[in-house]
């Protein structure tokens, strides 16, 4: 079979080490490492003429070992049967199932009725929407709580009842899980397909999410810690609202002459006033609260003015600052506690490891452990291909010199676990010479290749805009041939470049190396070759690169497809993005960009925690609001309101609570703020009541003073680890929270590690270093 060779360079605190491992993979294991199924322990050369280790002892070790690959607390049972069940119910393979089955259950509501799947949710147009069978959309949800219901209970069983109960996050996912199992039920073989009322289970289908993220869980452990004082700040914040609405209805009394006066349109009652400051306070409705007012007094402004100051520029400041404080650096402590738990978990492996069994049956612990059983966990653990090489290369140094390793060493290897693949940079395989060929590979690495590609990229995107924009100049199709032609060839010249172009830097580099070293190259790949691809086809269907008169003619009768030429011209655009080469150019634009991809990228527990309540709060808008577009709707036809400004006036009626897609924008459009009072009132009229207004009132106070905040606060630890590593002059690659706070981390005090040990609930360590 093939052998692939490897060849990296890890920056470690002995310097740089230069790798060369050589490995060779059976379809078995590939398939096994595809799959994510958990590898079998080899015990063959486990024993030796006077000691032995035991397949117990050794998947002790080895799954101890992956949970500290994987972050994970060693505080489980410890006998073989439920070891083997930690072991696959924490395999790649179970996680990756459980996302899936994850996922499947949040979509559903696109699914369930009403579904999402009408071309418009405008109710004018009375939407036909595709019915999904009822009993499908059951069996699969019925499905993926069984699996849910599986899953808890063996996490239960491995940790324990005694300590799961301890466990807020996996007591809430069992009481829901079970929970919703009855309602399942119930519905399937009680009530059946009559019932279209209150679900309340789907509102708590977001916490299945939560449950399966740590990130997600101290996320919102950190708002719970000062929950206190986020509410009292918002409390504050109300109060002067309701403080400055009583003034206002001292100072606007309403006019029974004039119906148009300040306190007959704003200001008529307490809670007219105070939901006009509220609104004011988001500053969507200014100036309009202000004008009639202004209009009366000049100096009433000021009322207004002391409000906003107050509202927005102070405690709005203060509500930020305390959010803020909240989150900003929550992440360090969580990186510290799983790094301390990786600690414990490796020492915890190494301590399993200095156990033996000797030939007369009796046990002995000694402070080192042969290589050998060292690189047989490591063989056995589930852990990336690129640690795992690096590992074993240490491990295989290390033989040559010793036969056993202590602590320390062990330690020391496996604080390669730490490194990040895409920081490490790898060594040019192939050194270039001075021949001919050797000169071209120089210039196709050169920058100034690159820069040269890069704004002839720009040309091309600004000639496309060029021949676009004479399509919808010109009617006459042959003035519009004569004007376009120059640009058309001219455009066809430049993606033969393109093309030339990635086909000599696939050469330089060695194509392996290229497409590998970045994804950006893969991007620029595949646009060169589609859009020379439409090219040609383009060119053989109509001879010739300019639109085609019969495309004219299509444009001209709006039909809502993309042409072949459409299409060429739209992908020619993403040749724009090649502008991104000339940020590293500047560093601070470079942590600036950066800063803004790396949240996107690690801030998946932030964005988890906004999705999960965004999810919830459109379930329950559903619950609430659905059908009330449609009523309210049907009474604008019959009393024909025109009154400037409203829901009705502004013809708003695709947003609503009719489904799930059209919650989600709904509840988007009033995330936005502008007009957001609108969608209160619509609904407030269609219900008939005015507590609905809390529902809208609630999102508003989330997105502003919480949502929008933790952002702030990621950012600006994205912006400092970037800072902090440019000035360093390293590498500015933040792929993950490690990263971000990588230079900050300490090694936890071997005291405090032990310590951790000591309270493993099922494994006496004391006894064990005692003995020794």
Known sequence: MDRRQTHSSINTDCGSDFIIHTSSLTWKNRLQNFFGIPKPIDGENTDSERCSWSADT??????????????????????????????????????????????INLCLALFEQPSSFSVTSDVRDKPKRIVFPYLLMMIIEGLTLIWFLVYICTKIACLGVKHARKRFWMIAFFIVTIYSLCEWFAMTTLIGLTYQGTRIRRIFRPLFMIES????????????????????????????????????????????????????????????????????????NNPDVMTPAYSDNRLNVLFFLIFVIIGIYWIQNIITAVVYRAFRGYFLNSIINSQLRRRVA???????????????????????????????????????????????????????????????????????????????????????????????????????????????????????????SHRHLHSEYKDLV???????????????????????????????????????????????????????????????????????????????????????????????????RFLPASKNIQIIVGTVIDEIRNGGAFFGVLFSFYYA?????????????????????????????????????PNGFDDFFASIVTLYNIMIVNQWFVFVNAFRAATNTKWSELYFIFWYLFVTTIGLNICLALSGDIHDAKKKRADDHEELIVSNMFDIYRSQLKEPPPEVILQQLNRHPYVNFREDTSNA
């Not at 640009?487 to 194509?511: C, D, H, Q, R, T």
Request: proline content about 2%; aromatic content about 10%; some cysteine.
């Open 482 to 580: 004569r004007r376009s032609i120059f640009i058309a060839f001219m455009n066809l010249s430049l993606l033969i470049y393109f093309v030339l172009e990635i086909v000599m830097k696939a050469w330089s580099y060695g194509p392996d190396k290229y497409f590998r070293s970045s994804a950006a190259n893969i991007l620029e790949t595949a646009v060169a070759f589609t859009c020379f691809t439409l090219e040609i086809i383009h060119m053989g269907i109509h001879g010739s690169p300019v639109v085609s008169e019969q495309d004219l003619e299509l444009t001209q009768k709006q039909i809502p497809f993309l042409t072949l030429w459409e299409a060429n011209k739209a992908c020619n655009m993403l040749f724009i993005y090649r502008l991104i």
């Open 58 to 103: 050794l998947l002790c070790a080895t799954i101890f070992l992956e949970d500290a690959v994987n972050y994970q607390s060693i505080a489980h049972k410890v006998t073989k049967f439920y070891l083997l069940v930690h072991r696959w119910s924490s395999s790649p393979l179970i996680r990756n199932l459980h996302r899936i089955a994850l996922t």
């Open 213 to 284: 993220s740590q990130l997600m869980k101290k996320a919102l452990k950190a708002v719970q810690k000062d929950l206190l004082t986020i509410i009292a700040c918002v409390a504050m914040a109300l109060a002067h609202i309701l403080f400055f609405a009583i003034m206002a209805m001292f100072l606007f009394p309403r006019s029974e002459t004039r119906k148009d006066s300040q306190g007959s349109t704003y200001f008529s009652s307490l809670h007219d006033s105070v939901f006009q400051l509220l609104v004011l306070y988001s500053t969507a």
């Open 346 to 468: 490796i020492q915890a492996s190494f301590e399993i490891m200095k156990k033996r069994t000797l030939r007369n049956g009796s046990v002995e612990i000694r402070d080192t452990v042969p290589i050998v059983i060292v690189q047989t966990i490591v063989n056995a653990a589930t852990m990336s291909k690129w640690h795992a090489d690096r590992i074993g290369q240490r491990l295989f140094e290390l033989t040559l010199e010793h036969e056993i390793i202590d602590f320390e060493q062990y330690s020391s290897i496996m604080q390669l676990l730490d490194l990040n693949p895409r920081l490490v940079q790898d060594i040019e395989i192939e050194t270039l010479g001075q021949s001919v060929p050797d000169r071209l590979k120089a210039v196709g690495r050169s920058r100034i290749f690159d820069s040269i590609g890069t704004l002839l990229a720009l040309l091309s995107v600004l000639f496309t805009t060029i021949e676009v």
């Open 617 to 653: 709060y459109s379930i329950l808008g559903m619950e609430l609001f659905g059908g009330a577009v449609e009523n309210l709707y049907l009474h604008q036809t019959q009393t024909n309101i025109t009154v400037c400004g409203t829901y009705e006036q502004l013809e708003y009626w």
